[in-house]
């Protein structure tokens, strides 16, 4: 069950791509949109009514929420064996001691596609840009921990930048990577010159800029002409990790049906 709150088009469409998905994988799922107007009260009201509701497995609030709605009140708002996007602070507090439950689901996806591609994270440098507590943190956390751990970790050195890392400290860990993950939304902020020839570079940003001739693209952070050129994996954007973080939706729900049926 998704909640949208207004007439974002980005939103929208979002919601709209995982309804699709669920109807693929064979989930019931339904939206109920809000006006931007909404107060915080009506949307945890709205989002009470699911947790009670035994019919409904998964539930998601689309983010962003209006500005004059809290993010966390909303997100701890859900049933943490619900929490299909693991977003509530109970499901990010077990990711944190390496417990299994509920990943976010881009971070799932990050981690998915380098286990289906094989990609040796053991010992390896791995640089993150971006530190959200949705995808950035989440990621680190996968990354760098025990395999041993109930969640099993991937082993990796990592680096996490943010927004306030200098460029010329971001290029320095850049070149030195094996694998770079960009989750900021600033376009062409990873450029050729700081990758190292072999890397894997995976795109989680995603903006939409005007082109010369006035229409409108989908872009990531990384300058991918160039990177791809010296990079031996590279994800497209768009078409890369999006549709892995929908899948990891679905995943999500799979797992919290069975959760909630206490099956195995």
Same mark, same amino acid.
Not at 24 to 27: K, L
């Given at each position: 069950m998704a909640i949208l709150v207004g007439e974002d %088009?980005? #939103?929208k469409k979002y919601v709209q791509n995982k309804m699709i998905a669920a109807k693929?994988? /064979? +989930?019931l799922s339904k939206t109920i949109n809000? %006006?931007?107007?909404?107060?915080?009260e009506e949307i945890i009201h709205e989002i009470r009514k699911l947790n009670n509701d035994s #019919? $409904?497995?998964g539930i998601l609030v689309q983010l962003p929420v209006p500005e004059h709605v809290s993010e966390r009140n909303v997100c701890n708002a859900v049933d943490p064996k619900k929490d $299909?996007? /693991?977003f509530h602070i109970i499901n990010m507090g077990k990711l944190s001691i390496n417990m299994d439950t509920f990943i976010p689901c881009t971070a799932l996806g990050v981690i998915e596609l380098l286990k289906r591609y094989e990609i040796k994270t053991f010992g390896k440098n791995v640089v993150i840009c971006g530190r959200s507590k949705n995808v950035g943190l989440p990621i680190a956390l996968l990354l760098h921990s025990d395999a041993r751990n109930e969640c099993p970790g991937l082993e990796a050195t990592v680096t996490l930048c943010h927004r306030h890392t200098p460029q010329e400290e971001l290029e320095f860990y850049a070149k030195r990577a094996d +694998? +770079?993950?960009s989750a900021t939304g600033v376009v062409n902020l990873i450029t050729p010159n700081m990758v190292k020839p072999g890397c894997c570079v995976i795109d989680v940003g995603i903006t939409r800029i005007q082109t010369e001739d006035g229409k409108f693209k @989908?872009? /990531?952070d990384v300058e991918f002409e160039g990177v791809s050129k010296i990079a031996e994996y590279i994800t497209p954007v768009p078409g890369g990790v999006g549709p892995m973080t929908v899948?990891? @939706?679905m995943f999500n729900t799979f797992k919290a049906a069975k959760g909630l049926a206490n099956i195995a």
């Open positions: %088009p980005a #939103s693929y994988v /064979g +989930i809000l %006006p931007k107007t909404v107060t915080e #019919s $409904v497995d $299909v996007d /693991g +694998i +770079i993950i @989908l872009v /990531g899948a990891m @939706l």
